[in-house]
Each structure stands twice: as C-alpha cells, then as structure tokens.
C-alpha cells in the first residue's frame, strides 16, 4: 500500500468534499465515477493528488448499468462545468469507470455519457482496478462497495488475476433501514451516513454487510488472499470491516477516507494530461 495514503485522501476529501482547489503541479487528468448513489468528476495533477472536484447525489445508474442517459450526461457535463470553472482549465478528455460485472454495451454507454458531456472519453477501467491505481496493493483482493454492487479484483505480484461484480451495495443498507424504521429512503439514507447514527443502525444492516461479505469470499475462493481491501462509500459504515472480514475468511481494511479512492483512480488512466500551461482565461 502506497505510504501517503492518508494524505492523498484528505486531499481528495478536502477537493472533492469541501470544494476546495490545489495548484496542480503539471498536467491535469480527469476522472469520471458515474455511481448508483453519487456521480463524482475529479482532476488530478501529474503527482497523483487531486487538484479540484465535484460530486452530486444522482439516481442515473442502477446496480452499475446507466438507466437514464439524458440525466446522466446532463450531470457529468454540469460536473465537468463546475470543475473546469474553478480551476480556470477547459477538461476536455477524462477516463471513466465501471463495476466489473456489467456487459459491453453497458461499457460503451458510460463512454457515451463522457462524450455526451463534451469529453474525449480517453480509457475505460473496472472500478476495483482503478482503486487499487491509488492503493497500490501487490498483492490481495480490492473491494469497491459501492451504492450497488460489489465488486472485486484480485492481485498477485502486482497483476490483477480477475475481476468479479454482484449486486448488493450501499442502496440495500439504504432500503433495510428504510423498512425497519418505517421511514423514508431519503430519511434512511440520511441517518445512514450520520455517525450519531450508525452505531444503532449496525444490527439493522449487519445482514447486508454479512452478504457483502459472502459475495466476497466467494469472489476470492480458490485464489491466495491475504487480506482484503474495502472502499467505496459503504466501506466507511463502521464495523463493516470486521463483519466483512468474518464472513469472507480473511482481514479485511479500510483505509482512512474511502469514499473517493475509486474516483481519484479512475483519474489516473486519463492518459491526455491537459498542460497548466493551456489555462483558459478566466
């Protein structure tokens, strides 16, 4: 695991939570992550390091597939028009992201998106994969819970062996609250991510985070795992950790700030770095 992990996600909860903007040191790289709770834009500099961003709560993708095209490119493009705004640079390319498990057309609709919001849609790459672009695990299991799914790569000296993605995510926690407080989504989903909250709400959702677990230790069965490694929005849920780690066999960890390892990854395969020399005029 790279050692400036931590510093790298603050900086991402710092640019992407709070708003806030770095002087990129040269080029720019742009990442796309279209979630099935949250759409995040972000840019990145030549050091890895996130330099601004932008996300949103959306209802575009389900269990990883883009289910409402029009609302999604809308997004990314208002996404794309923030980000740009702030850094005073014009994003013209970006690499997007995808949950392991979907099918090629359902590939080739997140390129469309990208295009449909005015960027060259430079690479595409499965979610776990761009995680560990940031995590910079040789060796074990990557695992992005996300909203939907789940999903899985699996490394040995620094190559990935496979690629796996079932359905079961952050929305499933979302609707067992829903249904055991008798409240609505939008409530649940707000208790869900108050701290003041979670600790209750573990018994409630420890179900799900159990399956969370189950899905992955079938996705790593038969392979030489050591430990596994969770982000995504739902890894930051605590205890989820220790149940997933249960269920599944192995250690599983969570690194400080998991929310936007994948989306900062993604960044990372945007291989059209815009100079900082091209700035546009403000």
Same mark, same amino acid.
């Given at each position: 695991?790279?050692?400036?992990?931590?510093?790298? #996600?603050? =900086?991402?909860? =710092?640019?992407?939570?709070?708003?806030?903007?770095?002087?990129?040191?040269?080029?720019?790289?742009?990442?796309?992550?279209?979630?099935?709770?949250?759409?995040?834009?972000?840019?990145?500099?030549?050091?890895?390091?996130?330099?601004?961003?932008?996300?949103?709560?959306?209802?575009?993708?389900?269990?990883?597939?883009?289910?409402?095209?029009?609302?999604?490119?809308?997004?990314?493009?208002?996404?794309?028009? @923030?980000?740009?705004?702030?850094?005073?640079?014009?994003?013209?390319?970006? $690499?997007?992201? !995808?949950?392991?498990?979907?099918?090629?057309?359902?590939?080739?609709?997140?390129?469309?998106?990208?295009?449909?919001?005015?960027?060259?849609?430079?690479? /595409?790459?499965?979610?776990?994969?761009?995680?560990?672009?940031?995590?910079? %695990?040789?060796?074990?299991?990557?695992?992005?819970?996300?909203?939907?799914? +789940?999903?899985?790569?699996? &490394?040995?000296?620094?190559?990935?062996?496979?690629? #796996?993605?079932?359905?079961?995510?952050? +929305?499933?926690?979302?609707?067992? %609250?829903?249904?055991?407080?008798?409240?609505?989504?939008?409530?649940?989903?707000?208790?869900?991510?108050?701290?003041?909250?979670?600790?209750? &709400? /573990?018994?409630?959702?420890?179900?799900? /985070?159990?399956?969370?677990?189950?899905?992955?230790?079938?996705?790593?069965?038969?392979?030489?795992?050591?430990?596994?490694? #969770?982000?995504?929005?739902?890894?930051?849920?605590?205890?989820? $950790?220790?149940?997933?780690? =249960? $269920?599944?066999?192995?250690?599983?960890?969570?690194?400080?700030?998991? &929310? !936007?390892?994948?989306? #900062?990854?993604?960044? &990372?395969? @945007?291989?059209?770095?815009?100079?900082?020399?091209?700035? $546009?005029?403000?």
């Amino acid at each position: 695991m790279r050692p400036d992990l931590e510093t790298v #996600l603050a =900086a991402a909860d =710092a640019t992407i939570g709070r708003g806030e903007v770095r002087e990129p040191r040269g080029g720019v790289r742009v990442g796309v992550d279209l979630g099935t709770a949250y759409t995040v834009v972000v840019a990145v500099d030549d050091d890895g390091l996130p330099v601004a961003g932008a996300t949103r709560p959306a209802e575009v993708v389900r269990d990883g597939v883009v289910v409402d095209f029009v609302g999604a490119r809308q997004l990314v493009a208002e996404l794309r028009e @923030d980000v740009s705004a702030r850094l005073g640079l014009p994003l013209e390319s970006a $690499a997007a992201c !995808f949950p392991p498990g979907v099918g090629a057309g359902e590939v080739q609709a997140v390129r469309y998106v990208v295009e449909g919001a005015g960027m060259a849609c430079s690479a /595409l790459v499965d979610e776990p994969t761009a995680a560990n672009a940031v995590l910079g %695990i040789t060796d074990g299991a990557v695992v992005d819970v996300g909203g939907g799914t +789940t999903g899985t790569a699996i &490394l040995r000296d620094g190559q990935v062996l496979a690629t #796996l993605d079932e359905p079961t995510g952050g +929305t499933h926690l979302t609707l067992v %609250i829903a249904g055991a407080c008798g409240i609505s989504v939008d409530e649940a989903e707000r208790r869900k991510t108050d701290p003041a909250e979670q600790e209750r &709400l /573990l018994g409630v959702v420890r179900p799900v /985070l159990d399956k969370i677990g189950t899905i992955v230790g079938g996705h790593i069965n038969g392979h030489r795992v050591e430990a596994v490694h #969770l982000v995504g929005g739902t890894s930051a849920f605590p205890g989820i $950790a220790e149940i997933v780690g =249960a $269920a599944c066999g192995v250690p599983a960890r969570v690194p400080g700030n998991p &929310l !936007f390892v994948t989306p #900062l990854g993604v960044a &990372l395969f @945007d291989g059209a770095a815009l100079p900082v020399t091209a700035k $546009a005029s403000p």
